[in-house]
Nanobody, 124 residues
């Protein structure tokens, strides 16, 4: 059974920094085969993807509002994914989810796994 566990929950003052980690277990393929996404959901708002790290080419993509402040990374040996956040703002307050995804080819369902989420709070 696949399990993703996030850690790094915290309350940080505006302008501060915080790092989130996501550990994966039970994956059918090596960690490097999966795209990694960090998704957040603020109270009363839709989920939004803040950072992406693609398995092919290692390209990264960020939500405009976090560009230059957030960095996504992976450690394929440890089955870890990271989200490093700096210059945090009150609007970054949300539950952050780790999501890994893999295309298994035509005719096969993709693999799509989510962690339980971790709370990040930046007081105004």
């Amino acid at each position: 059974q696949v399990q993703l566990v996030e850690s790094g929950e915290g309350l940080v003052q505006p302008g501060g920094a915080l790092g989130l980690s996501c550990t994966a277990s039970g994956l059918n393929y090596v960690c490097s085969s999966y795209d990694i996404y960090w998704v957040r959901q603020a109270p009363g708002k839709e989920r939004e993807r803040v950072a992406s790290l693609f398995s092919r080419g290692g390209n990264e993509n960020y939500l405009d509002s976090v560009k230059g402040r957030f960095t996504v990374a992976r450690d394929n040996v440890k089955n870890f994914a990271y989200l490093r956040m700096s210059n945090l703002k009150p609007e970054d307050t949300a539950v952050y989810y780790c999501n890994v995804w893999k295309d298994n080819g035509i005719g096969y369902a993709s693999s799509d796994y989510w962690g339980q989420g971790t709370q990040v709070t930046i007081p105004s």
